[in-house]
């Protein structure tokens, strides 16, 4: 079984898209986070959302939104895709303040072509 | 705000070597530290963390890491390396009012040798 579940594993398409990351955990945690990683492995923080609530919102283009329809779950739509989008993201959860480590999702491989 | 600084983006070892992966941090408040491992085309996998109490910690595989305040160091040791290492380890920090926040280090490509 799954902890945090992310789909699509791959996705591909084309500049100007609009396209959605789905997360699912199964843990009970209190607190879901989406992270980037870019080309040279580089993760960094985009939001993080406690109880549906967002707590961290990093400096992330207003293309990106997440929706936390309520704890179990986080996703990640991102409108007009540019090429600079592609990366890796990955979501994760954690009990409330993270300080006791997060569990990661497999990631999301996101190409703008 | 915090950082995770780690020493040397590529490792590389030989099968049965003493594995060294150095971590410095930076945090004006007390640090939650952790290590992941990626393998490739994967997730990250917690393999140990300090939070409070005994310094030295062991994690999975064999693992093990020592928090050195004075230092402001965590690095990440395992006594003799297996070919199923080969992988990128990540060093990051949270704690205080980080919300959780982790911050991580540009992460250290680990090559073992035959």
């Known amino acids: 079984d799954t902890a945090v579940s992310q789909t699509p594993k791959y996705l591909v398409t084309q500049m100007g898209n609009d396209k959605s990351i789905k997360c699912e955990q199964n843990?009970?945690?209190?607190?879901m986070y989406w992270y980037k990683q870019d080309s040279k492995k580089f993760l960094k923080i985009m939001f993080s959302?406690?109880?549906?609530?967002?707590?961290i919102n990093e400096t992330v283009p207003n293309r990106f939104s997440p929706k936390s329809p309520d704890k179990a779950h986080l996703n990640l739509h991102i409108n007009s895709l540019e090429l600079g989008d592609s990366a890796v993201y990955f979501c994760?959860?954690?009990?409330?303040?993270?300080?006791?480590?997060?569990?990661f999702g497999s990631g999301t491989r996101l190409t703008v072509v | 705000a915090q950082s995770v600084t780690q020493l040397g983006s590529h490792v590389s070892v030989s099968e049965g070597a003493l594995v060294l992966l150095r971590c410095n941090y930076s945090s004006s408040v007390p640090p939650y530290l952790f290590w992941y491992v990626q393998y490739p085309n994967q997730g990250l996998q917690l393999l140990l963390k300090y939070t409070t109490g005994a310094t030295l910690v062991k994690g999975i595989n064999g693992f093990e890491a020592e928090f050195k305040k004075s230092e402001t160091s965590f690095h990440l040791t395992k006594p003799s390396a297996h070919m199923s290492d080969a992988a990128e380890y990540f060093c990051a920090v949270t704690g205080g009012t980080s919300y959780g926040k982790l911050t991580f280090g540009q992460g250290t490509i680990l090559t073992v040798h035959p």
């Open positions: 994760a959860s954690s009990q409330w303040d993270g300080n006791y480590g997060y569990t």
């Open positions: 959302y406690n109880n549906k609530e967002l707590i």
């Open positions: 843990l009970g945690h209190d607190t």
